[in-house]
């Protein structure tokens, strides 16, 4: 158990519809990371929050959004949702700040699938 | 920009064999490399990481990886495969992006299926 932790863990919902994932990060870790897996494009960075502000955005669609609370947990926003989008959506947290060479702590991801 | 290419997709071994994942990085810095393994409907977790110091770095479950850089490679090995090895390993690149921000940049990933 890494200490993140993803609601929910399963998510059904058809093309056009708007979902919410929720992360909580491990208790003290500022930071916070998204990422896509699918069997196409593989792991891929979304987007990182820092103590409730954006600090970098990957391949990150238009129709996505997210954002870090001051309580720290975060929530990816997936909306107009089309069939490719469904995969596996990972959250993970650092602590220490946010130095490049800390180790991420993966929750256990959210199953997005998109009928 | 850093990144990272993982040579094959599947890596089929022995009980008992030797392991070796195959990642070659791409980096004009000195890079920040990890490895991370994912068992089956589970996250990831880290087997191990080089920042800076020794270029052999020991992790967990009896991994290893080292890090030439005259060869731009971080490999891992494990001198002896067990059955609960087998899962989805990921080498992954620190990668800075602008406004101070920083996040992996991963292979895709090796498939390694452990045989009795």
């Known amino acids: 158990d890494s200490g993140v932790t993803q609601t929910p863990k399963h998510l059904i919902t058809a093309t056009g519809q708007r979902v919410t994932l929720r992360c909580s990060p491990r208790s003290g870790d500022l930071s916070v990371y998204w990422y896509q897996q699918s069997l196409d494009q593989g792991l891929q960075f979304l987007i990182q929050y820092y103590n409730g502000e954006e600090r970098a955005k990957g391949n990150i669609l238009e129709r996505f959004s997210a954002q870090q609370f001051p309580d720290l947990h975060s929530e990816l926003n997936l909306s107009s949702l089309e069939l490719g989008d469904s995969a596996l959506y990972f959250c993970a947290s650092t602590p220490w700040g946010q130095s490049s060479y800390n180790e991420q702590f993966f929750g256990p991801g959210t199953r997005l699938t998109v009928l | 920009a850093q990144s990272v290419t993982q040579l094959g997709s599947h890596v089929s071994v022995s009980e008992g064999a030797l392991v070796l994942l195959r990642c070659n990085y791409s980096s004009s810095v000195p890079p920040y490399l990890f490895w991370y393994v994912q068992y089956p409907n589970q996250g990831l977790q880290l087997l191990l990481k080089?920042?800076?110091?020794?270029?052999l770095v020991k992790g967990i479950n009896g991994f290893e990886a080292e890090f030439k850089k005259s060869e731009t490679s971080f490999h891992l090995t494990k001198p002896s495969a067990h059955m609960s090895d087998a899962a989805e390993y990921f080498c992954a690149v620190s990668r800075s992006w602008s406004n101070s921000g920083y996040a992996l940049n991963f292979g895709k990933g090796t498939s390694l299926l452990v045989t009795p």
């Open positions: 080089y920042t800076t110091g020794a270029t």
